[in-house]
């Protein structure tokens, strides 16, 4: 555990030697939802490095930050902790919104490189300047399902859109849908409550026109969660130095269920 200047502790696990990969996990989950990818860049002699965000998992419940800034600087304040360099960041959904407010707001010298997957930037929710996005009634909704019966909320989603076992042909895995519930249900409902206005109204255009480093875009077509069209495209149009990597029928929740082929553009990107 850490300590954060607001007095919340935040877990983490940082496994191995060599250049650090610094994992920020999606909504409303934990560190845990990593397991896949830091074994196996663990088994490929990188330093692996995954925290639960505030509110999340076995971090403590506090009642107040659950915005991306605080996200970011509760990130910083784990890499600073460690005293990590040439690191490179790997964010999933919300986590992919904490590694662009992290390095437009905490500049990048401490970065080597950077991944975002099924991310929520630029923004979700529509807007005037964003006619593409989602209406504000969907996350309202999702607000109103979370309090009225958190426990239900989290097995449906689990059950059917993240990890795509609503499609046709798509054969459920009971494990992959407990431990996402588990993962949930180990957080606060306030953190997870507000964390949804975090990750579908924060703007991000102006902070990854900010970053400079290499920056892979991993999206999938058929993300259920973070439409395609609004989402990875034009995060990748606006880094400087962005790549974009489509996928055609992976789900939201790929980095799990398509470890494999996910781990492996991972590593190319890293060895380019």
Same mark, same amino acid.
């Given at each position: 555990? +850490?300590?954060?200047?607001?007095?919340?502790?935040?877990?983490?696990?940082?496994?191995?030697? @060599?250049?650090?990969?610094?994992?920020?996990?999606?909504?409303?989950? $934990?560190?845990?939802?990593?397991?896949?990818?830091? /074994?196996?860049?663990?088994?490929? #002699? !990188?330093?692996?490095?995954?925290?639960?965000?505030? @509110?999340?998992?076995? $971090?403590?419940?506090?009642?107040?930050? &659950?915005? /991306?800034?605080? !996200?970011?600087?509760?990130?910083?304040?784990? +890499?600073? &902790? %460690?005293?990590?360099?040439?690191?490179? &960041?790997? =964010?999933?959904?919300?986590? @992919?919104?904490?590694?662009?407010? !992290?390095?437009?707001?905490?500049?990048?010298?401490?970065?080597?490189?950077?991944?975002? +997957?099924?991310?929520?930037?630029?923004?979700?929710?529509?807007?005037? $300047?964003?006619?593409? #996005?989602?209406?504000?009634?969907?996350?309202?909704? *999702?607000?109103?399902?979370?309090?009225?019966?958190? @426990?239900?909320? *989290?097995?449906?989603?689990?059950?059917?859109?993240? *990890? =795509?076992?609503?499609?046709? #042909?798509?054969?459920?895995?009971?494990?992959?849908?407990?431990?996402?519930?588990?993962? #949930? /249900? /180990?957080?606060?409902?306030?953190?997870? *409550?507000?964390? +949804?206005?975090?990750?579908?109204?924060?703007?991000?255009?102006?902070?990854?026109?900010?970053?400079?480093?290499?920056?892979?875009?991993?999206? $999938?077509?058929?993300?259920?969660?973070?439409?395609?069209?609004?989402?990875?495209?034009?995060?990748?149009?606006?880094?400087?130095?962005?790549?974009?990597?489509?996928?055609?029928?992976?789900? &939201?929740?790929?980095?799990?269920?398509?470890?494999?082929?996910?781990?492996?553009? %991972?590593?190319?990107?890293?060895?380019?």
């Amino acid at each position: 555990m +850490i300590t954060t200047k607001d007095g919340v502790e935040i877990f983490y696990k940082d496994w191995g030697v @060599g250049q650090p990969i610094v994992f920020s996990h999606g909504w409303p989950l $934990s560190a845990d939802d990593w397991d896949a990818q830091m /074994m196996f860049f663990l088994d490929r #002699g !990188y330093r692996v490095v995954a925290h639960d965000r505030r @509110g999340h998992g076995r $971090s403590s419940q506090g009642a107040d930050g &659950h915005d /991306m800034d605080h !996200y970011a600087d509760d990130l910083a304040a784990v +890499i600073a &902790h %460690l005293g990590l360099e040439n690191v490179i &960041h790997v =964010g999933h959904s919300t986590g @992919g919104g904490e590694v662009v407010r !992290y390095l437009a707001r905490h500049g990048q010298d401490r970065v080597a490189k950077a991944a975002i +997957i099924s991310a929520v930037p630029p923004i979700m929710v529509k807007t005037a $300047s964003n006619p593409g #996005g989602l209406p504000k009634e969907v996350f309202d909704g *999702y607000q109103a399902q979370l309090a009225a019966n958190r @426990g239900q909320f *989290y097995l449906d989603v689990a059950s059917e859109p993240f *990890y =795509g076992f609503n499609r046709p #042909g798509v054969k459920p895995i009971e494990g992959l849908i407990r431990n996402w519930w588990r993962q #949930g /249900m /180990m957080g606060g409902i306030k953190a997870h *409550y507000d964390g +949804i206005v975090a990750w579908s109204q924060t703007d991000f255009r102006e902070d990854l026109t900010k970053i400079t480093v290499p920056t892979l875009v991993m999206h $999938s077509e058929d993300d259920q969660i973070v439409p395609y069209a609004d989402a990875g495209p034009l995060s990748a149009k606006l880094l400087k130095n962005g790549v974009l990597k489509t996928y055609k029928d992976f789900p &939201h929740g790929m980095p799990t269920t398509h470890a494999e082929t996910i781990n492996a553009d %991972l590593l190319a990107f890293l060895n380019s």
